[in-house]
């Protein structure tokens, strides 16, 4: 889908523009464009880039086959940036990260992307619904891009952060298995949100403090306010690294404690019948004499000398055990 919205010099605004009007929507200085290109064919988009744009070969390449991480490419009189979107399926604790490909002029700004971006669509509203976002220049619709950008980013850590302090209540409550490999779902995303953010950092001082041609100096204020964003998302991004660590060391540490006492608790059984298998297999031998009977006055004394023995054993090994304070 190939969308447009035009904001001419007389205040109207009109979407949705033909591709035979790009050319004369270009050619006003005053005027400002932004053409969006969401999940259409390469083969569709590459001569309109080439010819109506008039983008360089390479830039043009970059945009359509090649995926890089997030980087600024200046070509005198259009910027070439490439900014990473994200989105954050709870549960799954999956990160997933869109390419967006910009092309910024003096007085047009074009956007292509594969899939579409949540971000990018509120701000396309928000310039349909109010005119001022439009009239203030190509520059600061990609400022609020990259704000609307660095929103995303924020509400992904938000969630993250909710469920490693979920992930951190079940270790104590109910460790399982499963934990274990929510765990390590979050440890990947936190790492992909850290290679998405560190680049994107770059990209946004860059703009803040380089001098192009196609942004104002008087917006780098802006694109430096997105920066410092950036720079507080990524001192985060190590906060929940550590979190996710520390909670895989919290579960391990939970598991051993609770093999302890398994272990404990066992063993305790074990020491306590003990004695009395030893007992038992010492009077299972021969002990009595055949022609002595049971019942005999012999042999009633050892009997109950024996059943005695075999109670009260247990009995002071585990005051014993009390005693030595092993449980």
């Not at 001419?8 to 004369?24: C, H, M, S, V, Y």
């Not at 980087?71 to 490439?82: G, P, R, S, T």
């Not at 990018?120 to 203030?136: D, I, V």
């Not at 021969?286 to 049971?294: A, G, S, T, V």
Request: hydrophobic share 45%; aromatic share 10%.
């Amino acid at each position: 889908m190939i969308r447009s919205i035009y904001y001419a010099p007389d205040g109207k605004q009109r979407e949705n523009l033909t591709i035979e009007e790009f050319p004369k929507a270009l050619r006003t200085p005053k005027g400002l464009l932004w053409v969006d290109f969401e999940c259409t064919p390469a083969e569709e988009d590459e001569p309109i880039l080439l010819n109506v744009f008039g983008f360089h070969p390479l830039a043009v390449d970059d945009a359509l086959q090649e995926t890089h991480v997030p980087k600024v490419d200046d070509w005198e009189n259009y910027l070439y940036i490439v900014m990473e979107a994200i989105s954050y399926i709870r549960g799954d604790g999956g990160v997933e990260l869109t390419e967006l490909d910009i092309f910024l002029g003096k007085n047009y700004i074009v956007t292509h992307h594969d899939l579409p971006i949540a971000s990018l669509n509120r701000l396309w509203e928000a310039c349909q619904q109010h005119e001022r976002h439009m009239k203030m220049g190509a520059d600061h619709i990609l400022y609020k891009l990259a704000d609307e950008l660095v929103v995303d980013y924020m509400l992904a850590v938000e969630e993250m952060d909710e469920e490693i302090e979920g992930i951190e209540d079940l270790v104590f409550e109910k460790p399982t298995p499963d934990i274990v490999q929510r765990i390590f779902t979050l440890k990947r995303a936190t790492m992909h949100l850290r290679r998405a953010v560190s680049p994107m950092r770059e990209v946004l001082n860059k703009l803040a403090r380089d001098d192009f041609a196609t942004v104002d100096t008087k917006d780098r204020v802006y694109f430096r306010d997105v920066y410092d964003h950036l720079v507080r998302l990524h001192d985060i991004t190590e906060g929940l690294r550590d979190l996710v660590g520390g909670s895989l060391d919290t579960y391990l540490s939970v598991i051993n404690n609770r093999m302890n006492e398994v272990m404990k608790t066992l063993t305790i059984i074990t020491t306590l019948f003990m004695p009395l298998s030893f007992i038992a297999g010492f009077f299972g031998m021969n002990f009595f004499l055949p022609d002595i009977p049971i019942s005999s006055w012999m042999a009633r004394p050892v009997f109950i000398g024996m059943l005695t023995m075999m109670l009260m054993t247990p009995f002071a090994m585990f005051l014993w055990i009390r005693r030595r304070g092993w449980m």
